[in-house]
């Protein structure tokens, strides 16, 4: 964390203290923690790799991983 941008750093202070307040559904939980966690594992493969991907690509990359993980991990009951 001590490579990433200071606002990125606040945004997650935000983004933690708001999934503590703020209660949603398990499927928009799920979708809230994944977004945020492909922004935070692109941000920091921006400190290591840099060609020939972009932020976008590293982004929908890991977003596209964490989903199938999340969907393979979820039961059909929640």
């Known amino acids: 964390m ?38 935070f594992f692109a941000q920091a493969t921006t400190i290591f790799i840099n060609v020939p991907f972009t932020w976008p690509m590293r982004f929908a990359f890991c977003a596209v ?5 999340t969907v393979l991990r979820v039961r059909g009951d929640e």
Do not use: E
């Open 2 to 39: 001590s490579h990433f941008p200071p606002w990125a750093i606040a945004v997650a202070g935000v983004v933690s203290a708001g999934m503590s307040l703020w209660r949603l559904s398990p499927w928009a939980s799920r979708a809230w923690l994944i977004a945020v966690g492909s922004f």
């Open 65 to 69: 991983l964490l989903s199938t993980l």
